[in-house]
């Protein structure tokens, strides 16, 4: 008796396949819409002097730094920049935290400014943390007196910071929980980015949450979800009720300010 050695089709086994397929391009869709949402370099529109010097990475790209000193014993503020925003448009910020006194430094992701090459989320955070830590061991700076102050997406670049420094004080400013659950909407895709609400258990330091009640991009129940998730409750919120995403300094004005004084001092000093 001849046997028929031919496998039997399994409708199972298709199927399988064709939701595998599925959840591979969704994710590859997932990854490529995330970045082109995240990272949106404006064009440079400042040019280099002698305030900026240059941090060379492990792969050879020199990221373009910032830095004002205001003394050894003035606390440091260490800006992580948003999507679409550059150091000149950081300036105004930064600037006021000089007016107060505070050290000041920031840089620009690859891509951004005169940092050559292209970001990535992997990218930003081994960055951040060559930055941090040529300011521990070349401006003199003591984590002790170390803010980390991150915008929109910087605020996910500061939080993962967090984890893995001791900085002093977390500044999150229009900053999301994730990227696909909570921005794109996508809350079955695997591989999710910036996880901040995930990570905000691992942060040790206080933290103070800003956000605009009217952010059209990143909603404040963000913020909201964000404070839950911090333990120990030495966290801080301020919402500015008429700001949007970009504009919450510019129209908190000296609500903004004063908020982030006592967080960092603990007083109305500087003011």
């Not at 404006?42 to 941090?55: I, K, L, N, T």
């Not at 910020?93 to 430094?105: E, T």
């Not at 999150?172 to 996880?195: A, C, H, Q, R």
Request: proline share 4%; charged share 20%.
């Amino acid at each position: 008796m001849r046997t028929d050695s031919r496998r039997t089709h399994n409708p199972f086994n298709a199927l399988m396949v064709l939701v595998i397929a599925g959840v591979v391009f969704f994710a590859i869709y997932a990854r490529q819409t995330a970045h082109e949402f995240l990272f949106r370099p404006p064009p440079v529109s400042y040019e280099r002097d002698s305030s900026f010097e240059y941090v060379v990475a492990d792969d050879g790209i020199e990221l373009n730094v910032f830095w004002e000193g205001a003394g050894k014993d003035a606390w440091t503020v260490l800006y992580l920049c948003g999507s679409e925003e550059d150091l000149s448009m950081a300036m105004p910020k930064l600037r006021n935290y000089q007016l107060k006194g505070y050290n000041v430094a920031s840089f620009e992701y690859r891509g951004y400014g005169f940092t050559e090459g292209a970001p990535n989320e992997s990218n930003l955070y081994v960055d951040a943390g060559l930055v941090y830590d040529y300011l521990l061991r070349h401006k003199g700076v003591s984590e002790s007196r170390l803010v980390l102050h991150g915008r929109s997406v910087g605020g996910g670049v500061a939080t993962e910071l967090a984890t893995s420094r001791d900085p002093a004080r977390l500044i999150l400013e229009s900053t999301f929980t994730s990227v696909y659950e909570n921005l794109l909407s996508l809350k079955w895709i695997p591989g999710d980015m910036f996880e901040n609400e995930n990570k905000a258990s691992k942060v040790g330091c206080p933290v103070l949450l800003i956000h605009g009640g009217d952010d059209g991009i990143v909603d404040a129940a963000n913020s909201i979800a964000l404070r839950e998730s911090f333990e120990g409750g030495n966290v801080s919120f301020l919402t500015v009720p008429e700001a949007g995403h970009r504009n919450v300094d510019r129209v908190g004005g000296l609500a903004y300010w004063t908020a982030i004084e006592q967080f960092v001092r603990g007083s109305k000093s500087g003011l």
